[in-house]
């Protein structure tokens, strides 16, 4: 046990322990709501994660990479089961991300898909000799997350998708890959973005062309980013006529909450609402009656961190972002200090995970990101993201010990 | 890949990487530092919008109390239900719930959905005096019935209940037209204020300041908190109004008239010389406490469609061809203009009747009365002396001076709307109405009598007789405070009044005052009929008493009585009700009652037990 990193622990040890305080409170509430008496079953999730983390703190990076590829085909397999047989719930209860056998819900395997295409991402990058430096040698990872990063979209979850390119970006970061060369591999992205104004859209292909030229890439690559991009300016109306309205209003909601307050801008305006009444010091531990009168949609899971800023206040937030930023620059000393690149790959990935939780989720309270149905790591109430983090967590655990156990000095 | 992952590119990365997330970790606090420290005192407002709903709290009105301090109109506690809800469909299914228990509920559901559409972060009324069974029905199911409001306030309370309906008026929610015109200051949805009579004319006085409390609820709009035991502001109960009314008469009326005459129609009005109002009554009534309970469309509904019209005050808005009492109007006229004196005879003769150009106008009395003078015409009514007074007169003369008492306008009663008397002005009135050729001054012949253009309200004609029987000034009818106006002198010498009054009382005295041998009670009236050319015709009766020394003057007219000595008996039982207060000794003496001969029944004819002494039906 001398091994474990201390500062980690503690680290996700007052993480842990704030959130589940929180999901005790947002169960807390003067009307019965589906937190009432979640911190319950919160306590045995996280042990069963404590549990599933202990497991994953054995298994040594030889067999992780090993394993990969069958853990990632698992997860492949269950995400398009679920497409055939999932069901949906909670906030998200017309998406298909639940694994249901018989009416229980066993599970959600996009966060199983999540650790495996870390998994694979750090195989096949740890297996490169030189860092990619073309989008031709980005179409293999591109694709290792792409392909899970479909099948989510498919279910619909645009959340759960959006953490897969979070994924991608930080394990080809971390693998070298130049910022550049990755901001062409995001263009396309920025395009569909962008292409809802066609004025700042078009100056972007402009500052595109501009960089294209600057960058001096393959002439053939250039092109076809040139290409993609303008494409994107297309295909961005029709994938937007694609989406299910929903989705449409929560995106129209993200830019203006006030363009329906009752339904869909009803949760993004009554988070903020909760966050903005908290105040410097919140209204008290227990005392928010934007949680207790049941105001906030979804508290005890994606609207945790509304439950912080409305009875903790600014201070009561700022701990909380502390407590992860703290715990993102341990990991990224973790993965620097790591024995072997997989390993180091690995967990700069989880990082790329977690944060993106944090980031989307906390930003969606806010309304600076917009709201899709994602928990927030060691807060959220919900078994299978917790037992992702667990996993996750066990894994980040081992890969210190074992630098430590090789006596890294810095 | 070790090229890549040498120690010293790792840690450029892992800088770089830090810088990333001290940015995004900077913009999510900024973001939180902008909603929860700049913007906090708006997000705070917004919370306690969403949560808070602001509760009235009633102001208890000011009581109405009579001439003695015995009320009129109190404050009882009762039970106000009141529901919350987030949108109208869960109002109607929670309304369908509610129904289960208390069936009424159905009865007002569109009503409850329409004070809610008025005012949706308030809760809506849905009986504003429900019954305690109704209240222990809900609260045995409050789990089943978010958003249930049950609180006590005070509730208007007449205890006289539809004796006193025409006259207090009756208390309701204000209504959007009232808001909008701002007829009521201060009042919001959901106030209750005074719509008719007392209640209506003196609302601001005694309608009060309705106070306010806040109650939690929760994200459905369901009460989670009341935190009325602290209102933020407390209700200021208003203030009670002392009226002229003897609550007594009033209540005895009105037992008098459903006892002996149940569904006549008509109404009674007694006021003492100088204008105070002593009793109004109008039959049939309504109960008024059915309004406080916020009176259901359908009996609503019921009360208008009523073909004897409960709703409608006969005593200030039916206006009514007076008939003979008007006669007095035409002698006071003569005398005021000087065109004669009591001793006067006109030159013709009774004979029957009167021929004016080529019609022959009659008297009631066929046979004819003989050459009478101005007392004798005034006490056997004779319609052909008067026929000639009017014409002596002159119509001009006669349409002025009427006029000039206010015989053509409201009275200035202090009851809310009054229906003005209808007398012509001018001559102008009848060039406008039927042309300047259209009419002749046998027009003169039907006013001088009380018929043709000539509708008196009830308060209107009693009036005038107060004047005779007081100080000869048309006084200003009041309930509470002193007049507006100020009392129209007819312009008649003490000596002028009292002959009228002596006319009014020559008749045939048979039997009872003689017999008595100490004091008796005269009663000195003029009956009436009312032509109806709809039906039966109409009696009046308006009469002073004492005769010698009047305290009291009743006016009442009963639809459909044929004639006016129907009416004349009970006109007697009511002020022998206040005499016994006010003169016990009197009201115990034999009656006399002089009632002018006219073209019916003389005070011997009246039914003997009508007169044997006030009725008791309490």
Known sequence: ?410 | MSVAFTKFRLRERANAATIVLLLAFGFLLVAFFRAQILEADSYRRQSEKNRLRRLTLASPRGTILDRHGIPIAENAPGFTVKVLASSPDSLRALLKRMARYVPETADVEDEVVRRYLAARFQPALVFANASLAAVAALEEHRYLLPGLVIRTEPRRLYIAGKAVAHLVGYVTEVSDADLEKGRYPGARPGTLVGKDGLEATYDSVVRGIEGESFIEVDARGRMVRDESASPSLKPVAGEPIRTTIDLDLQTFIDSMWTAARPGTRGAMVAMRPNGELLALYSAPAFDPNEFISGITGRRWNELNADEAKPLFNRATRGAFPPGSPFKLVTAAIGLRRGVVDFSSHMPQSCGGGFRFGNRVFHCWKRTGHGSLDLTDAIAQSCNVYFYQLGLKIGLPNLLAQATEWGLGEETGLDLGFERSSLFPPSTAYYDRQYGPRGWSNAATLNLSIGQGENEQTLVSLTRFYAALAGDGSMPVPHIVREPKGTPRPLGLSQEQLAGLRAAMQKVVDRGTAAASGGRDLKVAGKTGTAQNPHGDDHGWFVAFAPADKPTIVVGSIMEFAKHGSGVAPYVVRAIRRYLERTDPELAKAPVTVITQQDSATTASELPADSLSGPVRPR
Not at chain 1, 7 to 22: C, P, S
Not at chain 1, 189 to 204: K, N, P, Q, Y
Request: charged share 10%.
């Open chain 1, 1 to 410: 046990m001398t091994r474990l990193d201390r500062g980690l622990v503690l680290t996700v040890l007052l993480l842990g322990g704030y959130g589940l305080a929180m999901v005790y409170s947002a169960g807390t509430t003067d009307v019965v709501t589906s937190g009432t008496g979640a911190w319950v079953r919160q306590v045995v999730w996280i042990v069963l994660a404590a549990l599933t983390g202990a497991v994953a703190y054995r298994a040594s990076s030889r067999i992780l990479e090993w394993a990969a590829p069958w853990i990632y085909g698992l997860g492949l397999f269950l995400l398009l089961l679920t497409l055939v047989i999932g069901t949906g719930a909670g906030t998200a209860a017309g998406t298909k991300s639940w694994l249901a056998i018989g009416g229980v819900r066993l599970g959600q395997p996009v966060e199983l898909a999540k650790l495996a295409t870390i998994l694979l991402l750090a195989r096949y990058c740890s297996g490169l000799r030189q860092p990619p430096e073309t989008l031709r040698e980005l179409v293999k990872p591109g694709l290792i997350a792409g392909v899970p990063f479909l099948l989510v979209m498919a279910q619909p979850d645009l959340g759960s998708a959006i953490v897969f390119v979070g994924i991608l970006f930080a394990t080809l970061f971390w693998a070298g890959v130049k910022p550049s060369l990755l901001l062409l591999l995001a263009s396309p992205l920025i395009s569909l973005i962008l292409a809802v104004d066609t004025a700042w859209w078009g100056a972007w292909i402009l500052v595109l062309t501009g960089l294209l030229l600057l960058w001096r890439t393959y002439l053939s690559e250039g092109v076809f980013i040139w290409v993609v991009n303008s494409a994107m300016g297309v295909l961005a109306i029709v994938l937007w006529n694609r989406l299910k309205p929903y989705q449409q209003r929560r995106l129209v909601s993200f830019v203006n909450p006030e363009a329906d307050p009752v339904k869909s801008g009803y949760q993004a305006i009554q988070s903020k609402v909760a966050i903005g009444s908290g105040g410097w010091f919140g209204n008290g531990y227990l005392d928010g009656p934007q949680k207790r009168l049941a105001f906030l949609p979804e508290q005890p899971t994606d609207f945790i961190f509304s439950v912080v800023g409305e009875e903790l206040g600014f201070i009561g937030v700022s701990i909380a972002l502390a407590l992860f930023l703290a715990l993102f620059i341990r990991m990224i000393d973790v993965a620097r200090r790591a024995t072997n690149t997989f390993s180091s790959l690995m967990v700069f990935g989880i990082i790329g995970l977690l944060f993106t939780h944090v980031f989307e989720n906390v930003g969606m309270t806010i309304n600076v990101m917009p709201i899709t149905g994602i928990p927030l790591p060691f807060f959220s109430y919900g078994g299978s993201f917790l037992l992702a983090c667990g996993l996750a967590m066990g894994l980040v655990f081992r890969v210190a010990a074992d630098s430590r156990l090789a006596g890294y000095a810095d």
